[in-house]
């Protein structure tokens, strides 16, 4: 990949978090972190990438409550101090930001970053941003050449469906764009919702959804073993997978810290359980974690929670 191909608002910074020792058997996520360089990344094991999309303008939009835009400041604070036991080698690539109501072009200079780590063949992680951020790597996932001739499917774990036909494009409306290009494109979307909330999901979205043969499994049936098998059904017919969480599928109690808390929820150990069957399948190829919101977040819950789930990912 060309040094131009990534091509970010803000450059990273040093992570920070305890130090016990310079060896490897101190080690810990800000030690084991680089800065991102195409020549570092091409001569590393199993690279994965942190990009932050800095972004809560789509969260505005569909009138949520805003402050995920210093989300990935936060995650990365929460990963910074976790204990590194990954056989992989991590990088930080920095920051996407959009300034103010300028989504759509925030969103399209995320994508083409993601599209160049893409094609030098690193796993990319991306750290939201309001939900907003699903289309994002959408368009990076779509534009990369890792994907030409393969099954894409998408995988949200959400309490909600994202499916809003809206005026212009929010946090709410993600898959529906989604499901609009991949029709331009001659193709069906392949969504499968994890964790969707039959009360805050009026009728007209379910209707949307079975008009576009969405895959889903209600928060209340998310037992281990009908997640399991939903999530291995779904995985039989993919040939490579964008994971997208939105921290609101967990339980208000685990996760206070996003935009809409969840009255009901997914419970964590299953969340978690879903992460480790995507990472074990080998088709993982891009995730991203969005709506962590820091200003609602006690005692930073939600951020070591969405720090748990990508080392998880990412192990």
């Known amino acids: ?20 020792g310079d060896g490897d058997a101190h080690r810990r996520w800000w030690q084991a972190i680089a800065p991102h360089t195409s020549a570092v990344a091409a001569a590393a094991l199993r690279p994965a ?53 300028s989504l759509e ?4 200079r995320a994508g083409r970053a993601i599209s160049g780590l893409l094609d030098a063949g690193s796993l990319t992680v991306v750290l939201g941003g309001g939900h907003e951020t699903a289309f994002a790597s959408y368009l990076g996932v779509a534009g990369s050449e890792t994907v030409r001739g393969k099954r894409l ?18 946090s709410g409306t993600p898959f529906l764009q989604m499901a609009h290009a991949e ?16 009360p805050n999901n009026t009728r007209t979205l379910f209707d949307t959804a079975d008009r576009l043969g969405v895959k889903y499994l209600l928060d209340e049936d998310c037992s281990p073993e009908s997640v399991e098998a939903f999530v ?16 609101d599928v967990l339980p208000a109690s685990v996760a206070p810290g996003v935009s809409a808390p969840a009255a009901y929820g997914v419970p964590l150990p299953v969340i978690s359980a879903v992460c480790r069957q995507v ?11 969005a709506e962590l919101n820091p200003e609602f977040d006690i005692d930073a819950r939600t951020a070591k929670v969405a720090a748990r789930l990508v080392n998880t990912l990412l192990a």
């Open 1 to 20: 990949m060309e040094t131009s191909v990534l091509t970010v608002d803000v450059t990273p910074t040093p992570w920070t978090g305890r130090f016990d």
């Open 49 to 101: 990438v942190v990009l932050g999309f800095c972004s809560d303008a789509g969260v505005l939009r569909n009138q949520g409550r805003v402050g995920a835009a210093a989300a990935p400041a936060a995650i990365r604070a929460a990963l910074g101090p976790l204990a590194y036991h990954l056989d992989r080698d991590v990088f930080d690539a920095g920051d996407v930001v959009v300034e103010d109501d």
């Open 105 to 108: 072009a925030g969103q399209e």
């Open 153 to 170: 499917g998408v995988l949200n774990l959400d309490a909600h469906f994202d499916l809003r036909d809206e005026p212009v494009p929010s």
């Open 183 to 198: 029709a331009a494109a001659g193709r069906g979307l392949n969504y499968a919702v994890v964790g969707i909330s039959e």
């Open 232 to 247: 291995a059904d779904f995985l039989a017919g993919v040939d490579v997978l964008y994971l997208t969480i939105d921290l």
């Open 279 to 289: 990472a074990a399948s080998g088709k993982l190829l891009h995730l991203d974690v």
